[in-house]
């Protein structure tokens, strides 16, 4: 008999869902083993009724059930507890759901200080006075990652996640285990790049100008990216990004890892790691230019970025 599945998004952007649709051939394998019970990314969803009829929240019950996206406002949150009460095993799918993700930027700050500048001050469209009292769900205190709120049993992170690891995720669920994880080990893990353990000169620069590499060489023959002085977060971000291919996939760009996979633990502190990872190669952190937010970019959520400190009026 087919596992009931439900799948729901909050504060996401669909990338996530997009990348189930990307699983590609192997979905069609997947599908007669999945009953989806509740997925309104793809089926008109009301969720009190057609007619708005309904005292409750209808999320049906579900073995599985997937989120994507963190928790930004009430409504997001109410559905997340639904979700938890409805489905046996509750995934976090992408790195929103996992760490809160790009939204969660939004915590370097209040939200009285974002309805300012955003909503009130607002120079490209109409000044709405407080959109708390507006009616649409009032934000949370914080953009919080979904185990900040419910437990999560099972994390696939990335932005997007890959194909290849929802369908490792969901084959293990299928043969009857209840936990499934990445295994513990850096985006540098999978790198084929040169690494000399030392910068080339000692100099932090922005990404105004390329990395260095020679088009007609393969990866094996370009030089670290960190060591060429550009910050690459592939020392402290959890690898899987090319999926079971595993050459990470900004690097193939010829590009620096951002961090979408999040840290490579939980509990660890990629912002000091990353601090770690530049003096050991003979690079300044100090240098980098909005480093608490660059070095904690996909991972707002579980207090990473809390918003500065007041400035006292000059
Ligand atoms: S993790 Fe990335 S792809 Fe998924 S919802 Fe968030 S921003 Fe979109
Ligand atoms: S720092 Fe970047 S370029 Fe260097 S090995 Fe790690 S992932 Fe590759
Ligand atoms: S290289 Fe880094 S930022 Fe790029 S896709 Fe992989 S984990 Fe994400």
């Avoid at 020679?214 to 690459?232: A, H, S, V, W, Y």
Wanted: glycine share 8%; proline share 8%.
């Amino acid at each position: 008999m087919p596992v009931k599945v439900a799948e729901e998004w909050l504060n996401a952007c669909a990338g996530c869902e997009i990348s189930i649709l990307n699983i590609g051939d192997a979905l069609l394998g997947l599908l007669p083993e999945l009953d989806f019970v509740h997925i309104p990314v793809l089926i008109d969803k009301k969720y009190y009724g057609q007619l708005g009829d309904q005292k409750s929240m209808e999320i049906p019950e579900a073995v599985v059930g997937i989120v994507t996206g963190g928790v930004r406002n009430e409504e997001h949150k109410h559905v997340l507890e639904e979700m938890r009460k409805k489905t046996q095993i509750l995934i976090a799918l992408g790195s929103c759901a996992a760490y809160g993700g790009i939204p969660s930027h939004a915590n370097m700050f209040q939200n009285e200080e974002i309805f300012t500048k955003v909503f009130r001050e607002s120079p490209s469209t109409d000044a709405a006075p407080d959109p708390q009292h507006a009616n649409v769900p009032r934000w949370t205190d914080s953009c919080k990652a979904l185990d900040e709120v419910v437990k999560v049993d099972i994390t696939i992170p990335g932005c997007p996640p890959h194909p290849d690891w929802i369908v490792e995720a969901i084959t293990a669920l299928l043969e009857g285990k209840t936990s499934w994880s990445l295994p513990e080990r850096s985006v540098c893990d999978t790198c084929p790049v040169i690494r000399e353990e030392k910068s080339v000169d000692g100099s932090v620069k922005r990404l105004f100008e390329n990395v260095e590499f020679d088009p007609e060489q393969g990866l094996d023959k370009m030089r670290c990216i960190n060591e060429q002085g550009f910050l690459c977060l592939g020392p402290v971000t959890l690898a899987g990004c090319a999926g079971k291919s595993g050459t990470p996939r900004c690097v193939q760009a010829r590009t620096p890892c951002r961090g979408c996979f999040g840290p490579i633990r939980k509990g660890a502190r990629p912002m000091v790691d990353m601090m770690g990872a530049m003096t050991s190669v003979g690079l300044d952190p100090k240098t980098v230019v909005d480093r608490r937010a660059i070095m904690n970019r996909y991972i707002g959520g579980h207090g990473n970025l809390r918003p500065l400190p007041a400035r006292p009026a000059r």
